[in-house]
């Protein structure tokens, strides 16, 4: 095979240490110049300038977990080619394993150019990446108190969930906690807290809450959720801000990602942290599908097809963009993506026809 790249090095990254092998392809016997670095940032800083010195500008490394962040950071910005590989494309021959051996396989494949790169935004993107991970993190963290808030009021036999569609909502909320602040409260104490506007009666309000009484533990207990729920909420406010202050220089394309049907901005921000705004990273859109998750997969064997779901990946871009589908297939002002899910449920069923729209979605975009 061609050599692609006359000097290459190959690097093991672990926790605590990494081990770098500089294959030098230059003459017809490859020379090895193997060194061993500490993870501390001034031995990353020792590692980069031993490149430098040996004339090495082409880097390869696995993705182990966030480990690889810190030898990566080092070297952006000072070696021109530095290489993210997945781990299952340059894993080495089983019997022939150890860090040194390791590194000088990643060299040897690294030299040929037949190992694949992984997608590493610029570090702009990967800075807001991180406050919308962190983001969706505290959201779900929200909902996951909110469903236990309502669980506890469930055990205590009040059935509020019932008769108001949101139990946050500000009806609900003046409700408990007329509740849990009065041992003896009456239906005139409720009445007042009843928005004209509730759909249930008001019948059906007060049964829902007549005769219960909370202990004191449960009482504690749903104060303590609640107060979780305040907390988080602080929180996300606080996050959204500084995200808005991050993306101020995006505007424009925040602004062209909302055209398309379903993509509010909060949406918008979260696709635009995950694949940032330079599309020439991706060959074309069927590597960014299949990068997303949202492309099935290719596994034939003797003429037969074995499975072809989706893939895993796309932790945290695909269920935005699942997300996404769901409020354009509802969109009554523009019906292409509802027609296009219609058509395609009848022979697919609706999950598989979410993901298709979801799919064209990250198409377009």
């Avoid at 290459?8 to 770098?20: P, T």
């Avoid at 950071?73 to 021959?93: D, H, M």
């Avoid at 635009?272 to 590597?287: A, C, K, P, V």
């Avoid at 998750?293 to 796309?314: D, F, M, Q, T, W």
């Amino acid at each position: 095979m061609e050599v692609i790249y006359s000097k290459a090095c190959g690097v093991d990254v672990h926790k605590n240490f990494i081990v770098a092998v500089i294959c030098d392809s230059t003459s017809i016997t490859p020379k090895y110049l193997r060194k061993r670095f500490s993870t501390f940032n001034n031995q990353l800083i020792q590692f980069r300038n031993w490149l430098i010195e040996n004339d090495c500008q082409n880097v390869c490394m696995e993705s182990t977990g966030k480990y690889y962040i810190p030898v990566y950071n080092a070297l952006e910005g000072f070696i021109s080619n530095v290489v993210v590989a997945n781990p299952k494309w340059v894993k080495c021959i089983k019997g022939e394993k150890d860090d040194n051996k390791d590194a000088k396989w990643i060299a040897d494949l690294f030299k040929l150019g037949i190992v694949r790169s992984s997608f590493i935004p610029p570090k702009d993107f990967r800075i807001l990446r991180e406050f919308t991970r962190y983001l969706y993190k505290l959201t779900c963290n929200r909902t996951s108190e909110k469903n236990r808030f309502t669980n506890a009021l469930t055990v205590g036999n009040c059935k509020l969930d019932m008769v108001f569609s949101d139990i946050f909502g500000k009806s609900s909320q003046s409700i408990v906690n007329i509740i849990l602040n009065n041992d003896n409260f009456s239906d005139e104490d409720i009445i007042p807290c009843i928005n004209s506007r509730c759909k249930s009666s008001q019948e059906d309000i007060l049964s829902s809450v007549n005769g219960i009484s909370f202990t004191l533990e449960q009482k504690l207990r749903i104060k303590i959720v609640e107060d979780h729920i305040n907390y988080l909420t602080n929180q996300i406010n606080s996050l959204r801000d500084t995200v808005d202050m991050l993306v101020s220089s995006f505007e424009d394309y925040i602004n062209l990602l909302m055209t398309i049907p379903g993509i509010d901005r909060n949406s918008a921000i979260s696709i635009l942290s995950e694949i940032g705004t330079d599309m020439s990273q991706f060959s074309n859109h069927y590597r960014l599908s299949s990068w997303a998750g949202l492309a099935p997969g290719c596994n034939e064997s003797a003429g037969k097809k074995k499975s072809v779901k989706i893939s895993r990946a796309g932790v945290y871009l695909k269920p935005c963009l699942v997300e996404v589908a769901h409020c354009a297939i509802k969109d009554k002002t523009n019906i292409y993506y509802r027609d296009k899910f219609n058509k395609i449920s009848k022979r697919r069923g609706k999950k598989r026809s979410t993901i298709a729209i979801a799919r064209k979605i990250l198409v377009a975009i």
